[in-house]
């Protein structure tokens, strides 16, 4: 098992290949959604977000009207997940019975925003079956990318690119997954300790996002994929069943 770290090179060294996948931003112990500080409700409410499975927020901002022919299987990713997860809201707008949702198509692409804030500071491990590339509009957060052969990746999404940030990357379909929040930074250019915009993300998804190709990581799988010194590490990433 050889994970590659792409942290920048200034970091200090460390016994462990990813040394900063940890949280950075607890959540607060009771953040439900609407209690955000004022200036970041106010963003969430002029985006019109909503909380997200997956954790943070997120709205779709565009739908290409133009269908294609599904390159995927005509069963959902995780049949589970997709009857048990999804509310009746996202199956109205992202395909299900009352949206008359046909697996053999998909828009041609779509575009979402995607919201982490100090009160839901982590999107959890998942994957989608198509790629996805996500351009970043504000604030700083890292990535953790399990690809094949258990190579896990790791990077900072952040505007200065000085300091090695990403502002614009891709996951392939069928790669899972995660991200959270990292703080600020100050003048000085250290990390602060905590984020006061939140971090806020474009995806665009081709062919079109539906959640019947979105699915998360069970807990039980993550030891299975990436053994068990590694799940212990990453542990943390993955949701939990509520």
Same mark, same amino acid.
């Given at each position: 098992?050889? +994970?590659?770290?792409?942290?920048?090179?200034?970091?200090?060294?460390?016994?462990? +290949?990813? *040394?900063?996948?940890?949280?950075?931003?607890?959540? %607060?112990?009771?953040?439900?959604?609407? =209690?955000?500080?004022?200036?970041?409700?106010?963003?969430?409410?002029?985006?019109? &977000?909503?909380?997200? %499975?997956?954790?943070?927020?997120?709205?779709?901002?565009?739908?290409?009207?133009?269908?294609?022919?599904? *390159?995927? *299987?005509?069963?959902?990713?995780?049949?589970?997940?997709?009857?048990?997860?999804?509310?009746?809201?996202?199956?109205?707008?992202? $395909?299900?019975?009352?949206?008359?949702? =046909?697996?053999?198509?998909? =828009?041609?692409?779509?575009?979402?925003?995607?919201? &982490?804030?100090?009160?839901?500071? !982590?999107?959890?491990?998942?994957? =989608?079956?198509?790629?996805?590339?996500?351009?970043?509009?504000?604030?700083?957060?890292?990535?953790?990318?399990?690809?094949?052969?258990?190579?896990?990746?790791?990077?900072?999404?952040?505007?200065?690119?000085?300091?090695?940030?990403?502002?614009?990357?891709?996951?392939? $379909?069928?790669?899972?997954?995660?991200?959270? &929040? &990292?703080?600020?930074?100050?003048?000085?250019?250290?990390?602060?300790?905590?984020?006061?915009?939140?971090?806020?993300?474009?995806?665009?998804? !081709?062919? $079109?996002?539906?959640?019947?190709?979105?699915?998360?990581?069970? *807990?039980?799988?993550?030891?299975?994929?990436?053994?068990?010194?590694?799940?212990?590490?990453?542990?943390?990433?993955?949701?939990?069943?509520?």
């Amino acid at each position: 098992m050889h +994970p590659r770290n792409t942290n920048h090179s200034s970091d200090p060294p460390n016994p462990n +290949p990813l *040394p900063f996948v940890k949280p950075s931003i607890a959540a %607060a112990p009771s953040s439900p959604p609407g =209690n955000e500080p004022s200036h970041i409700q106010s963003l969430i409410t002029r985006l019109r &977000l909503q909380p997200h %499975a997956e954790g943070g927020y997120f709205a779709e901002a565009h739908r290409d009207p133009k269908l294609t022919p599904s *390159p995927y *299987p005509s069963y959902p990713a995780s049949p589970s997940q997709w009857a048990a997860a999804t509310t009746n809201q996202q199956k109205d707008k992202k $395909g299900g019975e009352s949206g008359g949702f =046909n697996p053999a198509v998909r =828009n041609a692409s779509t575009i979402m925003f995607y919201l &982490l804030t100090p009160g839901s500071p !982590v999107g959890f491990l998942h994957r =989608n079956r198509g790629p996805t590339v996500h351009t970043l509009l504000r604030g700083r957060g890292r990535y953790v990318v399990i690809h094949e052969r258990v190579r896990i990746e790791s990077f900072v999404a952040g505007l200065d690119r000085a300091r090695g940030e990403k502002q614009r990357w891709v996951v392939e $379909g069928g790669k899972y997954k995660a991200t959270f &929040l &990292l703080p600020d930074l100050d003048e000085s250019g250290e990390e602060g300790s905590t984020s006061k915009e939140g971090m806020l993300v474009a995806e665009t998804v !081709v062919p $079109g996002f539906e959640f019947f190709d979105h699915e998360f990581l069970e *807990p039980s799988g993550l030891e299975e994929l990436v053994g068990k010194d590694w799940a212990e590490k990453l542990g943390w990433l993955v949701k939990r069943q509520e």
